[in-house]
């Protein structure tokens, strides 16, 4: 079935520090691909998403690259904050989703220090 | 305005007692969700509702008996609540549509904790 496999943490960077969090999938077909973010006593908030190969989301300094050739999805950014320490999440909604199903990796804790 | 508000956000209780989680959406979406995160973040499914029907119902005890009103609300119960039960509880809804391009929005979660 589609699942999705996501580094684990927890990760901790210094501020301004290039920041890599591997996300491959498996799936059948052309999924749809999504980064979520969670803050620190908050609910999970979309971060990215992108819905076909080649595709790049891109938010708040953050990007993704739809690969269908290494069935990735590596959340990247250039110089990251203090304020980026969360938890984030890796997810799929698969091609044929009927049932509105999503599925998720198992997060991974970022902390930037000053 | 909150899209996806959940109430409570805390609560404590007692092994044995019986506990209900309230959700409601104002975006106007088709489908709701309940999803459990434990201690280490990792997030399951529990259960999706369509227009007030049951879509997915995952291995969880019979204990939890998820209740949709109308396609804006989504409330959870828990009978016999038992240690294991602690947990943050996020309510989530999302656009059914034809394609998998639609995100989930997610409440911002009730932290359940068991003594």
């Known amino acids: 079935g589609d699942s999705v496999t996501q580094m684990e943490g927890p990760v901790t960077l210094s501020e301004e520090a290039f920041l890599t969090i591997n996300c491959t999938y498996t799936a059948t077909g052309y999924p749809s691909l999504f980064w979520y973010v969670q803050y620190p006593g908050e609910g999970l908030q979309l971060l990215l998403k992108?819905?076909?190969?080649?595709d790049k989301g891109s938010n708040k300094g953050f990007e993704a690259t739809y690969r269908k050739e290494t069935t990735s999805f590596h959340l990247e950014k250039g110089s990251v904050q203090v304020s980026d320490s969360a938890v984030y999440f890796c997810?799929?909604?698969?091609?044929?989703?009927?049932?509105?199903?999503?599925?998720f990796g198992t997060g991974t804790s970022l902390t930037v220090i000053p | 305005d909150t899209a996806v508000s959940q109430t409570p956000k805390y609560l404590v209780t007692q092994m044995g007692n019986d506990k209900s989680i309230k959700c409601e959406q104002n975006?106007?979406?088709?489908?709701m969700y309940w999803y459990k995160q434990d201690s280490k973040k990792f997030l399951k499914i529990m259960f999706s509702?369509?227009?007030?029907?049951?879509?997915i119902n995952e291995t969880v005890p019979n204990r939890f008996s998820p209740k949709s009103p109308d396609k804006a609300h989504l409330n959870l119960h828990i009978n016999s609540l038992e240690l294991g039960d602690s947990a943050v509880y996020f309510c989530?809804?999302?656009?059914?549509?034809?394609?998998?391009?639609?995100?989930?929005?997610f409440g911002e979660g009730s932290r359940l904790t068991v003594l």
């Open positions: 989530a809804s999302s656009q059914e549509k034809k394609s998998n391009t639609g995100e989930l929005f």
């Open positions: 975006l106007g979406h088709d489908t």
């Open positions: 992108a819905t076909k190969a080649d």
């Open positions: 997810a799929l909604s698969p091609a044929t989703n009927t049932g509105n199903q999503f599925y």
């Open positions: 509702y369509n227009n007030k029907e049951l879509i």
